[in-house]
Every structure is written in C-alpha cells, then in structure tokens.
C-alpha cells in the first residue's frame, strides 16, 4: 500500500497552491490596458463589471479600457506593447499562424457574431447571388467570412471588394449591395429604422468559428502567467455578472462609457450576445484546442494559411501548471497501471471466452428488444434520426419520416439532400453533422429553422452527438430534434408584451415604480429617476423610505415606512407630498401606494406612483388671485359683450341685406345678358325686313314714274311684281324669324320670372334657351351642342334658363384663353323618375385650391376683372331648394370641368324663391 505517499504528495501541492494564491494586498494595483474591438457597448459588458465590482482590484489589477481606433489592430497593439490584452477573435489565429507571437487565454463568444447584411429586396439569399456584386469588407480579413466565401467557390475576382466604411447607409441608399456587419448590432439597428434586411451567417454555412475572446503576447504569458491568469479570473467573473445582471450592466455602460447608446439597443445586444456565448452549455472562458485546430484547417482549405504552424505556442499556459512540471517522477505509477490493466484484459479474454454460448442465445432476444425499441422510436413525437457521413439516413423514426413528407422504409438508405423539400436546409445540416465528424463533440443548436414537407416552418432545439453504428461499425451522427416552435412564439409574444411594457414603463412621465411587499425598491421607471436626479445603484434593492424621494426628514421616513406597512396589508394609500427635483426645486406629488395582487390574491407587489402637481397647485393660486380681478372684470366685460352684440347682429342684418342685393344683381344681370342677346339676334331679321321693303319702295316709286309719262310697258309691269314678290317674300320670312325670337324671349323671360312649374320638353327648352345666348358665343370660335334627351318634365323652367345661363357664362368666361376654340355640350338622362341634367366644357378646369369651395358665395378668380364669386352659389340654391336636386362637380387642372344635376322628373309646385336667400 502507497498510500501515505500519495496524500503526502497531494498534501504538499494544496499547500503550495494556497501560499501561491495569497495576494500581496500590501502592493500597490498594477496598471494594466485592455485594448478593445470597438467603441463601448455590451460587447465589453464583462469587462465593464469586473472594473466596477472590484474583481481586477482583488487581482492586484488596475485596468484601463482603450476604445479602438480607425486604422489600428487589437493584436497589433498587442503585440506592439501598446495593450497588454485585447479583445479578438479569430483574427488572432490568422496572425499566430502567420508567425506573430499571439496568444489566447480564453474565449466568450463560442460563436463568431461576423456577418454579411444585404437588402432583403436585393434577391441575395445565398453566397452564391454575392458573384458579381459590391460587397463592403474591412481592410483586415476577416476569417470566418472568407472561408464561408471559399466553400460557395467564391474567390476575390468574384466579387466587387469595397472598402468598409462603417456606415450602414452605404447600404440603405444602395451604395453596395451587401456589408460587413456584427450580428449584435447593426441588423436591430436597420429593424428600427423600417429597413428590411437578409443576414448571411456563416455558421448556417458549416462556418462555425469562435467570436471574442481574450488575447496577449507570448513575452507576458511566459514572464508573468500569474498576471495572466489573474486577468482571465477576474474577466470571467465579470462577464458571469453581466449574463445575470444585463441591466444593471445597461446602466453602467450608458453612464460612465457610452451615453448616446440607447437602452433598447443594448437590450438586444445583450439578448443576441446570450446566444452566441451559450453560458448555460459552456463555462464562460472555455475553450477547445481541437476546435482551435479545426478553425485553423478551415483557413488552410480557404486559403488563408498557407502551411500550418504546430498549435502549441497559441495557448497560454497557467502558472499553476508550469510549477506542476517536476511532477514527471510520477510515470513509475502509470506503468505499475498498464501492468494491471494488462492483467485485467487477460482475465476479461478469459470469461468472455466462457461466455461465448450464453451470447448466442441471448441474440435472439436482443433482436426483440431492438424491435422494441424501433417501436419506442417511432412513438416519440420528437425527431430521431442517425446519418453517415454522407448524410445517408442510417436510422430514422416517424415523426422525421412525416416532416419530410415520406415513410420510415422510404427514408432508410436516402440522402437527406435528395429528400429534403428545401436544398439550402439540406445542405446546411449537412454542414453540421460534419462539425460533429470532425470534432467527435455532440453538437447543441438551441434554435434552428426547419421548413416542413407542406412549406410550413418550424423552428427546432437539436442535439447531435457522435456515435459508432452497431451495423457497421463506422463513424455517425445521432440526431434528437425537439420542435419549439409553440415556445419560441410563445417566448417571442412574452419578450414583445416585455418589451412594451418596460417602454410603456420607462416612458410613462408620472413617477412610477415597483416595491416588493417589504418595501424594497425593485425597479423605477426612467423618468421618475430623470425627474428626482436618481440613479438606479442607488435605489434598487434597498427600502423604499431610505431614498431621496421626499424631504429626507424623520416623519417622512417614519410615515413612508408606516404606508409600506398599511399597502402590505392590502390598503391603497393616497397622500399628496413634497419631493425635491434634480436641480434641487421642491416638487408637488400627488402620491399613492397601492398593492398588486396575484391570480390568487396574494399581494406581490406593492406599486408606488405620483403624478407631478406642481403646476397644478401654482395654477389654483393664481386661479384664486385671478378670481377677484375676473369678477370685477366681468360686469365690465358684461356690458361690452352686450354692445357688441347689438354692433353684430346690426352688422349681420346689412350683410344680408347687401347679400340679397346681390344675388337679385346677379339674377338681373344674367336676365339682362338675355335681353342683349335676343336684341340682337333680332336686329339681323329686322334689319333685312326693312331693305326688302326699302327696294320694294324704290320700285314702286320707279313705276309710278313709268305710269306716270305714259311709258309704262308690259315688261316693266311684270319685272315689278317678281322683285315684289322676292321682297314680299323675304320681308315675311325675316318678320317670321324676329316674332319666333321674340316668342321664345317672352318664354324663357316669363319662365325666368315665373315662380311655378309647368310642363315643357327639356331638348327643345334647351334650344330656345341656345338661341337667346348663341350671340355671346357666336364669333368666339366656340360650340356649344344641345344633347339633351326628348323627354317631357314638370319642373321650374325658370330655374333652367338661370342655370343654363350662369353656367355657359362662367364656362365662356373662365374655362378658355382669348384664342382658344372650345366644345361644351348639355346633355342628359333618365334615371327612374329622375332627370340627370348635364353641363361640360373642355377648358382648363379649376384649380384645386378652389375646387371644393366653389359652391360657397363670394368665391371667384376673376374678382378683379367683374367677378361676384355668386353665379355657382346661386345654381347650388336652385338646384337644391328649388329643383330639389343634387349638384356635383367633377374637375381638374387641364381636364375640363363638368357638372351633373340630378333632379326629380315630376316636381310639385313650391312658392319659396331659395335663389334670393343668402
């Protein structure tokens, strides 16, 4: 027995670990710099809290954070002397391997967050569509987006190269057609901005390298490993803080680094970091050699390395480690081990031998127990499956077999890629089952999307873990896939109501909060700590009265315990009380503390609120110092209200006077430009009448003569009686023409001045109307066309001859230019027992400005060349108060301007006169 030794040993270690790991507290802080990615922001979030909490003080470690700068390099600072540690990724394998002494103590992001944004219009979905087109990459390569490109076959003369400028609206605006990105930022910032956008991740593409991680030179971890290792204690202990205090860490970073960031923003900075640095799977700061070494092959096949460097100087080696190397002396206990191991193997050759009938029996009832289990399989509603390394299914139960729209027999044997509906999914697992080939490490994806058979798509939880086939003995994969669908929109509706709520929350003004039953403080909405000049590490987690909120006196923190008592009990507590502001004003709350219960009544909350009174406390007392001044005001005022009055309703009693005088003007004049018509179209027939007579009279005259000397001959006779036939002839039929005109004038005159309906036929009232205006229209190059049907109406023709009348009128003076030629046409229709009674022209229309007021009074272009703006406003009246009709307008600049009356057929007889109303 060697015992004694071996404790002894092991004795002697934790001794001499324990005297290594007391720290020279007398020793002042060692200052140090961390040089940084990127400007401040969550990414750095544990490094921020190490600083804060003390963890690099506890180490010796005075730190420095430095913010990267244009032009320069993390390792390059490194290695330069510039940093002592930085914050890289797999940037640092790249220069390792390429001969610069860097190395890595430790990793947080077990994935890369590198991406490719695009516009999702731009019909980019693969790395394939980048061939020809502008991609935006920073001067520095960045791994895993290189090899992603080489393993699509993607060489740099494949795609435009553009230089990274870091400004996202080179993408917005079209200025390159896909971008550099960090998934944890600039896709969420695009989303609040409306902007849609496709991402190219490279881990969908089998691209799955580790993000950030923490890196120094070789001189430092070989001549102070302690200064190292305290370093990586005291950032892991950092970022295990942040991951379980986000927003505590949210607040941190907007104070004291980066104000201008929003809180949203470093929210789902801190949500997507989550994902990429899985602290639930891997302990933070974990890393794999083997998964270091793999990243450094993938380079090799994308070109990146040209010959691989032996690994062994990238990883830091602790200083516990280097003081254990004596402990060599130990090999004569581990031949002493392979001698009893051997030993044991000849005595296990030796039973098995024995055993060799016992297992042919019991191979029959393996053989039933795999049935069974087959039967297991497919009874789980999960997805099993097993695939080669060709992605050949090996094993595959139902619920995989109904996904993909097959049958188990169907599946067995089949390449996923030749069965799979979606051939970049295909691809895309196949990528990952060879992760977990080359790694021979069980593969976790928490959220992987999975489009089904029917084009549904489903999100998945699958674990893939590597396994030797009983069949055949090679090397598999073993798939278990859990559909989380249900959750993940589930967690999705939780973390939008979250999201609303904390906005709602934080942008409610009224001082706002949340108290455990105790009366400790657990959350304040943004403004109420704006307002009272507060900051969360001041307030959270302590007792409600111990703040700042009100006067800091004896009875307020007496009173305001007392209430959190009361509130725990179920009372609603109102009070109003006096805060003091951030600027140090005294502030007016009118305050209450009310209790929030449960599902089953238990009170778990209670939630203090106040609404800001200031304002209303100073409005009462200047209220009540007005109210004096306003009463004595208001006999006063009283008195001038009441003459104003009596000015008003004198004024309003001119302006309708004035507004009858004139519409009855307008009406005059519109009858007046009738009688000036109709004058002179019968001056032409009048005119004629009378030189047929004068002739007839000459020759009359003439003839007499003849008779008169005795020379009157036959010939003479009948010359006279044919010139006094024509004259006669033409003499009646201008006198004929002159009565029809003046018939048609006393029609429509007596129509337009008669107040009762009567029955006439609308064409052929049309034409006489025509007829009275053709000579306002006659030589201007106009036509005006008479389309209305033959149909009988009883109605108020009276009200046609004005419609008609300030409608041509205002057509022929508005719609058209001095040398235009227009057309306008009247027409109309039956519709039942209405009548829709049209008017159009083809000039210039009316300029919208206008178009929805022309039916008001007063409203006119022309006004100062004669124009009342009251011929509409007077067709609007007749139309609707005296035909009972409608009147609508359709028009536009450039489009002509047409107007449709509708009106009953049959109109019973009214007395009123609307058209004079104001």
Known sequence: MKRAPESATALLLLLLACLWAIPATAQPL?????????????QFAGYYAAQELGFYREEGLAVDFREYRHGTSVEAEV????????????EALLNYQHGDPVVVLGVFFQHAAN??????????????????????LPAAEVPSLWAMFARHGIGRKDIIIQQL???????????????????????????????????????????????????TSRRLSDTSPELADGFLRASIRGWEYAMDHPDELIELIREQYNPARSRDALRHEASVMRELMIPRLVD????????????????????????????????????????????????????AAGAAVALAILILALIARRQHQSIRARTRQLEHNRESLRQVIDLLPNMVYAKDREGRFLLVNRAMADTLGSTVDQLTGAQEIDVQPDGDQARRRLAQ?????????PLVILEEPFRHRDGSMHWLQTTRLPYLSADTGEPAVLGLSVDITTRKLADEALRRSEERFRAIFNQTYQFTGILSPDGTVIEFNESSLEQLGQRPKEIIGKPFWEAHWFEHTVENRTWLRDAVRRAAQGEVICREVTSLR????????????????????????????????????????????????????????????????????????????????????????????????????????????????????????????????????????????????ESSASTLANLNRAAGLISSFKQVAADQSSEMPRQFNLHTYVDEVLSSLRPRYKHTGHTVENLCPDVELFS??????????????????HAYGPDDSGHIRIGGRLDGDMVIFTFSDDGVGIHESVRDRIFEPFVTTRRGSGGTGLGLHIIFNVVNKVLGGTIRCTTGPGEGTSYAITIPREHAPRMENPENEP
């Open 79 to 90: 290695l330069g002397g510039g940093a002592d540690f930085g914050v890289s990724g797999a």
């Open 165 to 215: 400028t870091g400004d996202i609206n080179d993408l917005i605006q079209g200025q390159t057609d896909a971008v550099s990105a960090y998934l944890t930022t600039q896709p969420h910032a695009l989303a609040e901005s409306g902007v849609e956008v496709g991402i190219l991740h490279p881990a969908d593409f089998g691209i799955d390298f580790y993000g950030d991680c923490l890196i």
């Open 115 to 136: 991406i490719l944004l695009y516009r999702a219009d731009s019909g980019i979905s693969d790395p394939q569509d980048l061939k020809g087109r502008r991609v935006m």
């Open 796 to 813: 108020y023709p009276g009200a046609f001859v004005q419609i008609i009348t300030n409608l041509l009128i205002n057509a022929l003076t």
């Open 582 to 725: 951030a600027d140090g004003q005294p502030m007016a709350l009118d305050f209450s503390l009310k209790p929030a219960r449960d599902n089953e009544g238990t009170i778990v909350f209670l939630i203090p609120e106040g609404r800001d009174i200031t304002a209303l406390k100073q409005t009462e007392e200047e209220l009540r110092r007005l109210n004096e001044e306003l009463e004595r005001r208001v006999a006063s005022r009283t008195r001038n209200l009441e003459q104003a009055k009596d000015d008003l309703e004198h004024s309003l009693a001119e302006l309708n006077r004035t507004q009858e005088e004139l519409i009855l003007s307008e009406k005059l004049a519109a009858l007046g430009s009738l009688v000036a018509g109709v004058a002179h179209e019968i001056n032409t027939p009048l005119g004629t009448g009378v030189t047929a007579c004068s002739f007839l009279v000459d020759r009359i005259a003439e003839l007499d003569a003849l008779f008169s000397r005795g020379e009157l001959k036959k010939s003479d006779l009948e010359q006279f009686l044919d010139d006094g036939r």
């Open 433 to 441: 089952d060879r992760m977990v080939f080359d790694s021979g490490y």
């Open 30 to 42: 060692r200052p140090v710099t961390l040089q940084l990615k990127w400007a401040h922001q969550f």
């Open 284 to 335: 933070i700061g974990a890393m794999s050699r083997g998964r270091w070494l793999r990243m450094a092959g993938v380079c090799q096949e994308a070109g990146l390395i040209e010959t691989l460097r032996p690994m062994d100087d990238f990883y830091h080696i602790p200083a516990d480690q280097r003081r254990l190397g004596w402990m060599t002396q130990g090999r004569p206990y581990l031949m």
